[in-house]
């Protein structure tokens, strides 16, 4: 947990909102907790801490490995250069809310529960929507996207959208490009193929790379719930009349995301797979916490009334697009009978 800081402003002690800063502050901290606990963020994302203005991201392609040079031969010299890159900058986030002396002064106890509540749940609720937003856009084969306003970047670091069919490669002499852009709706057999297409990713180099998904990320989508955990929910396969192995059972975490529902098309039914081993390892959705939430309690001068307000930074955004794939997008490269 990323933790919450508080600052208290002079004089609220000696206030008549003194004996109210303490129970706030701990009602502030559990519930940002459980949000905590809840949160789909960790497990789409690849979450670090940042000690900069922003983050450069980037990856190295392989080197072409070793040669058969004969008896005494000597050694070939093999290189490698560095690959797409990818800048985040933190963006900051503010909100407050304010306690009147009334309130207080009455022990409405309801808006003292309530309004920390929905301070609070502002904040990680932002977070969230934010990364759904993110996955959102991808999924519609954006580059960007807005979010309150402000226009956010959701291409990887080769420039395309997270989900394309093009992917191209930083080095010149590799012309070939690769799809993560699939058209098939789920299915098992569809669930087997995607699993197969991302085992067979190359890096630029063209060289296989090991990635080995282990994670369905799905909007909640009740057709689509049930398909999915009827093809990997059972150890025996359905479809078979003498009920065979079904070896997609006990392999796969299942991620249910309400917030992405708005931030898709009404009508789609996509379904992601996400490789979390090399999503942490080589960096491809990444979120960055450059400052926690920070929370100062002060008295406004205009009115005496007590104001919370909040502050944080953080960004997130896509840098190595091998990581994910996803399914049930038209235009996308067809998997069963292609």
């Known amino acids: 947990m990323a933790g919450i800081t508080f600052t208290e402003g002079s004089g609220l002690q000696d206030s008549i909102f003194g004996k109210s800063q303490a129970p706030i502050r701990m009602f502030l901290e559990k519930r940002g907790e459980s949000f905590e606990q809840m949160s789909v963020l960790k497990e789409v994302f690849n979450m670090e801490t940042s000690n900069k203005f922003g983050e450069k991201m980037t990856t190295m392609t392989a080197m072409d490995g070793f040669q058969p040079v004969g008896e005494n031969g000597t050694y070939p010299m093999d290189a490698m250069q560095e690959g ?18 009334e309130i207080v002064e009455d022990a409405k106890l ?9 301070f609070i749940a502002g904040y990680y609720r932002t977070r969230e929507k934010f990364g759904a937003a993110l996955y959102g856009s991808a ?64 890096g630029d180099n063209d060289e296989i790379l090991d990635v080995a998904p282990d994670t369905i990320l799905i909007p909640n989508d009740y057709n689509l719930k049930k398909t999915v955990f009827a093809a990997i929910g059972a150890d025996k396969d359905p479809t078979t009349s003498n009920n065979g192995f079904n070896y997609q059972y006990g392999r796969w975490t299942v991620v249910i995301w309400p917030y992405l529902n708005q931030y898709i098309a009404a009508g789609l039914s996509p379904w992601v797979l996400l490789d979390s081993r090399y999503n942490e390892t080589y960096g ?26 909040g502050r944080a930074r953080f960004t997130a955004g896509f840098n190595d697009w091998r990581f994910a794939a996803v399914g049930g997008i038209a235009g996308g490269t067809q998997l069963i009978g292609a």
Not at 284 to 308: H, P, T
Request: proline share 2%; net charge neutral.
């Open 84 to 101: 797409f890159g990818k800048f985040l900058e933190h963006m900051t986030w503010k909100d407050s809310f304010a306690m009147s002396q």
């Open 110 to 118: 309801m808006d003292l529960k309530k309004r920390p509540a929905q």
């Open 139 to 202: 999924i519609s084969g954006g580059t960007s996207f807005t979010f309150a306003g402000k226009l956010f970047d959701s291409s990887t670091a080769d420039g395309k959208a997270l989900f394309a069919t093009d992917h191209p490669s930083v080095l010149t002499k590799n012309k070939n490009t690769q799809s993560n852009k699939f058209s098939d709706a789920f299915s098992n057999d569809a669930l087997g193929a995607m699993e197969t297409a991302m085992q067979g990713f190359r």
């Open 284 to 309: 491809g959705a990444m979120w960055f916490d450059r400052v926690s939430l920070n929370v100062k309690s002060e008295i406004d001068s205009g009115n005496d009334a007590n104001v919370w307000k």
